[in-house]
């Protein structure tokens, strides 16, 4: 496996159910993050995790719950979930989240739809 | 809060050139990045601007005024693969990117 890898890629959830997206890197990086993508709208940032302390919480609801157990990998966990939550999640990470030209790298995206 | 504004959709013909201009506000500045993404697949990185100027990589040039808020990319010699949305986005003072919602180019035979 190369680069960011997400599971699953397709997710369909009704709104009592728990469930978790997973994202791992194999390329050595410190820094880890979770986008939200909507259709016509900006990537939303959601948590940075660097060298695995969480940097980030960009006001999100306590309905989604990040887990960073290593620099390789990333969980975010899903409960209760509402219909407007579906959407693309996308993983990325970078060499380190403090160095402002480092890139981000990109997953896949997990396409979750909320019924 | 940031404010990135990009156009919503372009349109060019195979072998043209195409100008996506993105304009931002932000609390300071700490470099720009274009990403391109394709339907269904992953951004993938294209350029980083950080000084005022020009920065070539083939078919593919960014440009970046800090003073103005505004860059450019540039899309030489489109080939329809090319066909695809440009994210652009900026990095603020405390190193958090903030994306724009992105230009849908379309590139027609």
């Known amino acids: 496996e190369t680069g960011v890898t997400q599971t699953p890629r397709h997710l369909v959830m009704g709104m009592t159910n728990k469930k978790s997206l997973k994202c791992e890197q194999h390329?050595?990086?410190?820094?880890m993050y979770w986008y939200k993508q909507s259709a016509k709208k900006p990537l939303e940032l959601m948590f940075v995790?660097?060298?695995?302390?969480?940097?980030e919480n960009n006001s999100v609801p306590s309905r989604f719950s990040p887990e960073c157990p290593n620099s390789s990998h990333l969980f975010l966990h899903l409960h209760t979930l509402q219909p407007e939550d579906s959407a693309l999640y996308l993983c990325a990470s970078s060499q380190d989240s403090g160095r402002p030209s480092y890139e981000q790298y990109f997953g896949p995206g997990t396409r979750l739809t909320v019924t | 809060g940031q404010n990135i504004d990009q156009p919503t959709e372009m349109t060019a013909t195979e072998g043209a050139i195409v100008q996506i201009n993105c304009t931002y506000q932000t609390s300071g500045f700490n470099g720009l990045f274009w990403y391109q993404q394709h339907a269904g697949e992953a951004p993938t990185f294209l350029s980083y601007?950080?000084?005022?100027g020009l920065e070539e990589k083939g078919r593919f040039s960014s440009f970046l005024s800090r003073s103005k808020g505004y860059s450019y990319l540039l899309l030489k010699e489109l080939q329809m693969k090319d066909s695809a949305s440009y994210l652009c986005a900026v990095r603020d003072r405390d190193y958090k990117l903030s994306f724009g919602a992105g230009t849908t180019v379309t590139v027609r035979a």
């Open positions: 601007n950080v000084l005022d």
């Open positions: 390329l050595g990086h410190n820094a």
């Open positions: 995790y660097n060298f695995k302390e969480q940097t």
